[in-house]
């Protein structure tokens, strides 16, 4: 395994809020969010040795918003911790994000922030890549009910997820092919959909510098919205190896997730 094979992340969706009134649009905000929180943490692997573990410190900061095609306009700022551990086969991480939450109609506008919901990872590698240039991860995901379902921050209700990533290099390119499937808990009254995902990309590096692109999409958490579907583009840098940095943004196709959001991140290899 190269060390920089695990450069294009898994993103798992989870969270949200009930379906009710401004809630409605704060469960696909905050749904939203944690894609980028989670997926959009990609694990760099390539500072790891070859065969040993090596722990790293993370820190994300992000936006996204959009009106998902109601008068409510939402704006979800994001600060998101990570403590992980990487090695050749395998990625340990957990995630502790902090949310603000602006929503804005006719002129007035309500502000919710807290501690959004933890998650914790689990990944490895299920083929180690192959002589033709194919490879295939998988990771498991548990989001634990720790944001505020009364600020609309999250659901009260713990999800459970999983997802396959096929990679096929191709010269100096690897394609991606991405699909994986979220267990969401409901809460008392609430019926929300489970989520399955799929996505297609493409990714490459030269020098210390990575790259990529992809087109993903969900189903939608609550019955009857858009399925949301999106394109989004992303770089990394090494810097010796034990700093880096990473930076994505993403523009949405639809009404069912975000106009546009970005975020921007650092990882210490301790």
Same mark, same amino acid.
């Given at each position: 395994m190269k060390r920089t094979e695990r450069m294009y992340g898994v993103r798992i969706p989870v969270g949200g809020a009930p379906p009710t009134g401004r809630c409605r649009v704060a469960s696909r905000a905050c749904?939203? #969010? @944690?894609?980028? /929180?989670?997926?959009? /943490? #990609?694990?760099?692997?390539? #500072? @790891?040795?070859a065969a040993d573990a090596q722990v790293y410190l993370a820190l994300d900061g992000g936006v996204q918003a959009g009106d998902f095609g109601t008068p409510v306009r939402s704006t979800l700022y994001s600060v998101t911790p990570t403590l992980g551990v990487v090695a050749k086969n395998y990625d340990l991480s957990v995630t502790v994000p902090y949310l603000?939450?602006?929503?804005? @109609?006719?002129?007035?506008?309500?502000?919710?922030?807290?501690?959004?919901?933890?998650?914790a990872l689990a990944g490895y590698a299920?083929? #180690?890549?192959?002589?033709?240039?194919?490879?295939? !991860?998988? @990771?498991? *995901?548990?989001?634990?009910? &720790?944001a505020d379902e009364a600020k609309g921050l999250g659901t009260g209700k713990a999800d459970v997820g999983a997802t396959l990533r096929l990679g096929q290099r191709l010269g100096p390119v690897r394609l991606h092919l991405l699909g994986g499937f979220i267990k969401?808990?409901?809460?008392?009254?609430?019926?929300? !959909?489970?989520? =399955? /995902? =799929?996505?297609? +990309?493409?990714?490459? &590096?030269k020098g210390e510098t990575g790259l990529y692109a992809s087109l993903e999409g969900r189903r939608a958490l609550v019955a009857g919205a858009d399925n949301p579907l999106d394109v989004r583009v992303g770089f990394f840098h090494l810097f010796g190896h034990r700093y880096a940095i990473r930076a994505t943004a993403f523009a949405?196709?639809?009404?069912?997730?975000?106009? =546009? +959001? *970005?975020? /921007?991140?650092?990882?210490?290899w301790i």
């Open positions: 749904t939203t #969010a @944690a894609v980028f /929180l989670v997926l959009g /943490l #990609a694990v760099f692997s390539r #500072a @790891a040795p603000s939450l602006t929503q804005s @109609a006719t002129g007035q506008s309500v502000t919710e922030s807290g501690l959004g919901d933890i998650v299920l083929v #180690a890549e192959r002589e033709g240039g194919m490879s295939l !991860n998988g @990771a498991l *995901a548990v989001k634990l009910p &720790t969401v808990g409901d809460p008392v009254g609430q019926d929300y !959909n489970d989520v =399955y /995902l =799929y996505g297609v +990309g493409v990714s490459g &590096t949405g196709l639809n009404d069912g997730g975000p106009a =546009y +959001g *970005a975020g /921007l991140g650092f990882v210490q």
